[in-house]
């Protein structure tokens, strides 16, 4: 698919990091944006009940995952 130019805000930080990134493993920024937006809406379309599931468990377990990251 042929990409289409869009125009937006980014966070200085945000960008920083991003520029970083793109020049360390050697890609565009497009590749990588294209990427997490992708990712993100895919993300958000699990569906609410298993998401709400899916929160109800980390918010009860929260402190056993806070040990377990350690």
């Known amino acids: 698919m042929k990409p289409v130019k869009f ?3 980014i966070d200085k930080t ?8 793109v020049n360390q493993a ?8 294209t990427e997490a937006i992708s990712e ?5 379309k699990i569906r ?3 998401r709400s ?3 109800a468990v980390i918010e009860e377990n929260t402190e056993l995952l806070k040990r377990l990251a350690k």
């Open 14 to 21: 945000v960008l920083s990091e991003l520029k970083d990134y």
């Open 7 to 9: 125009a937006t805000q």
């Open 48 to 50: 609410p009940a298993f």
């Open 53 to 55: 599931a899916m929160d």
């Open 40 to 44: 993100y809406l895919e993300r958000i």
């Open 26 to 33: 050697d890609r565009s920024i497009s590749s990588v944006v």
